[in-house]
């Protein structure tokens, strides 16, 4: 059971007070280097294709693990919503990052559009197209809808979805999209759900424990 916790652009909690915690934290870039000296598993939001160049405003996977970051989120809704991040820039950087020797977590999942108009299991074998199996290839799947809008997929819907993604590639899939405390447990308790992959809730020090501590009680 894997549970990561994605602090988008916000400073986010004090790595110290998160220390000795089964988890991975993707932190803004300004504290990678405290939550890696913390000790905590640390994974950059984003990661750049090539090893360096002139791409303003990127990052590459050499230049991440020299700071003792271990893996990187792909792919997140919010990079393909607002910043053109397409199936094949996102499969670019899951490649090149896993083909450095970082981990990654790659991101994928249908908006509300999509999923009202019947079209989740397309979206989904599209976006899972371009990605090719590996063993530190991890998935996420968040429902664009359930994003920070404390709008969660039932249990049984993410069952579904994790089920569908995992009969197109053969890795652990995390579920993401509003979890918090109260919700975790139903959650995480789905065969085919691997984890989380947090947002909001792992802004705070006390939820985002809390959501760890549900995950280590559900048999592996
Ligand atoms: C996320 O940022 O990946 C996420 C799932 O956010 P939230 O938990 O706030 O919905």
Not at 73 to 83: D, I, K, M, P, T
Not at 112 to 121: D, L, V
């Amino acid at each position: 059971m894997l549970i990561a916790g994605n602090w988008k652009m916000f400073r986010g909690p004090d790595p110290v007070a998160l220390a000795g915690l089964d988890a991975v934290v993707c932190p803004p870039f300004t504290r990678l280097r405290e939550c890696v000296e913390a000790g905590l598993t640390t994974y950059a939001q984003n990661v750049h294709w090539e090893a360096e160049g002139a791409y303003t405003g990127e990052i590459s996977a050499p230049l991440l693990l020299e700071l003792g970051v271990v893996g990187s989120l792909v792919g997140h809704s919010e990079r393909r919503q607002y910043f053109g991040e397409t199936d094949e820039t996102v499969a670019k950087r899951a490649r090149a990052a896993l083909d450095a020797g970082l981990r990654v977590i790659a991101c994928v999942g249908e908006t509300q559009e999509q999923r009202e108009a019947g079209e989740t299991e397309d979206v989904l074998r599209r976006q899972l197209s371009m990605l090719e199996p590996h063993s530190e290839l991890v998935l996420a799947y968040e429902p664009v809808w359930a994003i920070g809008t404390g709008h969660t997929a039932t249990p049984e819907m993410a069952q579904d979805a994790h089920a569908f993604i995992k009969s197109l590639l053969d890795a652990p899939v995390l579920y993401g999209g509003s979890v918090k405390p109260d919700n975790a447990g139903a959650l995480l308790a789905q065969p085919a759900v691997d984890g989380a992959l947090v947002g909001g809730a792992s802004l705070e020090v006390d939820s985002f424990k809390a959501i760890c501590e549900t995950a280590a009680r559900i048999p592996s």
